[in-house]
């Protein structure tokens, strides 16, 4: 049972287009949000990350949408750029250091 | 240069022969995992480690062992490969739990 969905499973955005990405979990025990880049050929590197008791959270051109009642949150990328293409995961984890990850979402910018 | 670095990158074996896949921090991380990723399936974590000598199960961990002798290396081991451990293997490592993780460059297995 995946603990974390993800979509959509891929995704095409014109240069200079918002780029949106939603994950949905169930386990209220969670309390970390990050949001990991991947390029081809590499590992997973941290983007951005929330905590359950900020509803947003940006950085730059990458935004963190949270919504704890409805168990929700999302990475928006304002002006995507073509070097933005790659592929993203969601994750989640309660205390221990045990992370859930969502299935990726592979994202295309079209100059 | 603060780095996770695993190896070996590639490695083809046969079903049974037992095999280690390396993994090594040098930022004095007190957390590494384990995870393997499979097309549609995302990053699934094998085992982690809070600390030297102790490791918990991840969300999947039939078939694999680990073990944290020291602070700053991890070994994943696969003690009788099989075709359904083909994946791509990635060690993370991070100072703090639930804090950012450092993920190394990958191992491709491929148990044939």
């Known amino acids: 049972q995946q603990q974390v969905k993800q979509s959509p499973q891929s995704l095409i955005v014109q240069k200079g287009g918002i780029s949106i990405i939603n994950c949905a979990y169930e386990?209220?025990?969670?309390?970390?949000f990050p949001w990991y880049q991947q390029f081809p050929g590499k590992g997973p590197a941290l983007l951005i990350a929330?905590?359950?008791?900020?509803s947003e959270k940006k950085e730059g051109r990458f935004t963190i949408s949270f919504n704890k009642s409805a168990k929700q949150f999302s990475l928006h990328i304002m002006d995507s750029q073509p070097g933005d293409s790659a592929t993203y995961f969601c994750?989640?984890?309660?205390?221990?250091?045990?992370?859930?990850f969502g299935t990726g979402t592979s994202l295309t910018v079209i100059p | 240069e603060a780095q996770v670095t695993q190896n070996p990158r590639y490695l083809i074996t046969v079903t049974g022969k037992k095999l280690t896949v390396t993994c090594s921090q040098n930022?004095?991380?007190?957390?590494m995992s384990w995870y393997r990723q499979d097309p549609g399936l995302g990053l699934r974590q094998i085992y982690y480690s809070m600390n030297v000598e102790v490791t918990d199960k991840g969300d999947v961990p039939e078939g694999y062992k680990v073990s944290r002798k020291e602070k700053r290396n991890f070994p994943l081991i696969l003690e009788s490969p099989s075709p359904n451990q083909t994946s791509l293997y990635f060690c993370?490592?991070?100072?703090?739990?639930?804090?950012?993780?450092?993920f190394g460059q990958g191992t491709r297995l491929t148990v044939v």
């Open positions: 930022m004095n991380h007190e957390y």
């Open positions: 994750a989640a984890s309660s205390s221990g250091n045990q992370f859930y």
């Open positions: 386990n209220t025990a969670f309390d970390y």
């Open positions: 929330i905590r359950p008791d900020v």
């Open positions: 993370a490592s991070s100072f703090h739990e639930n804090t950012e993780a450092f």
